[in-house]
């Protein structure tokens, strides 16, 4: 079963603002989908009626076979939320807060503090579980709050920036966690960036979100091929012939740009049959970021 369903959701605020625009997609178990736009795209909408906090205008959602908006408490059973800004209890300690929230799942006292001490450990607060959360700073208490949206174990994990605030080696530890929880629990991972390059290191599929509306969607490699296709091709070498039509950049550095891996071996062979030497030879696909840039490019366009 997937675990996340879209079928043309849409929400318009009662000022008029088209926050999400017919968006349909699905995400499957165990999968770390990238959802990626800049700050007013409509990510944080779309999560809001994912989790029952906001009613879709049209369209519809569903999360585990369960419609948020019609059914939020047994939604939240089975999905764990994290936002930029989640609020918690300053006058509690770390340890205390997991457990309460332990409790509102059902989870006993004992159980709760054993899942609650063990992501303590998992995510580097262990040492601070006995302060009260008002010592915390930012990034602890973001982390904390991972912890929190953990501590019933669910299936579905939604992230809003989930490394804001993080010193490097804390968001290391957050993806790492990330990683295990999708590979190991198939817990399936929607998560909210404006950080492309943080996307593509931890994300299997994207999909690409401007103004509400959702411009493109796959994996890295598929959405190179409908959208970038090819690659850069770097070569350096000396004595490279004429009728190849490479550029020559500084440092005896050619480069051309090949629709296929398969256009590689030709010009290699060329350049050693005509007695030259190559020393490297690197063939640089677009990025995220490329690809973004250029998809919303062409939105612009279309808009004029």
């Known amino acids: ?3 996340v369903i879209l079928e043309n959701l849409s929400k318009t605020y009662p000022n008029g603002k088209q926050a999400v625009r017919q968006i349909s997609l699905s995400l499957n178990p165990g999968e770390i989908y990238g959802f990626l736009g800049p700050n007013g795209a409509g990510k944080t909408s779309t999560v809001k009626l994912l989790t029952g906090m906001l009613t879709p205008s049209a369209g519809r959602c569903a ?6 908006a019609q059914n939020p408490a047994k939604a939240h059973e089975n999905i764990g939320v994290v936002t930029e800004h989640a609020q918690m209890y300053d006058n509690l300690t770390g340890l205390e807060n997991l457990i309460f929230y332990a409790s509102v799942f059902g989870i006993s006292s004992n ?3 054993k899942r609650a001490s063990a992501l303590l450990e998992q995510l580097g607060l262990q040492e601070a579980a006995s302060r009260k959360l008002a010592t915390y700073s930012t990034g602890m ?3 904390l709050s991972l912890a929190r949206a953990l501590i019933h174990q669910p299936k579905a994990l939604f992230l809003d920036e989930p490394t804001s605030g993080l010193d490097p080696e804390s968001a290391q530890n957050v993806n790492q966690l990330i990683r295990e929880l999708s590979e190991n629990e198939a817990v399936t991972v929607f998560l909210c960036t404006h950080q492309l390059r943080y ?5 299997s599929r994207f999909g690409l979100i401007e103004n509400g509306r959702l411009l493109a969607s796959g994996t890295l490699k598929e959405l190179q091929e409908k959208l970038l296709p090819g690659a850069l091709l770097k070569i350096r070498a000396d004595r490279v012939p ?4 490479l550029t020559r950049n500084p440092d005896n550095l050619y480069e051309t740009q090949i629709l296929s891996d398969e ?3 030709a010009i290699i062979r060329r350049i050693v049959e005509t007695g030259g030497n190559v020393y490297s030879v690197a063939a640089e696909r677009p990025t995220l970021e490329d690809i973004y840039f250029s998809l919303t490019a062409e939105n612009k366009e279309e808009q004029v």
Do not use: N
Request: aromatic fraction near 0%.
């Open 141 to 143: 208490r973001q982390r």
């Open 111 to 113: 159980d709760g503090k």
């Open 199 to 203: 996307a593509q290191e931890i994300c």
């Open 1 to 3: 079963m997937q675990t």
């Open 263 to 265: 256009d590689i071996p």
């Open 242 to 245: 004429d009728d190849l039509a």
């Open 63 to 68: 999360v585990l076979g369960t419609d948020p």
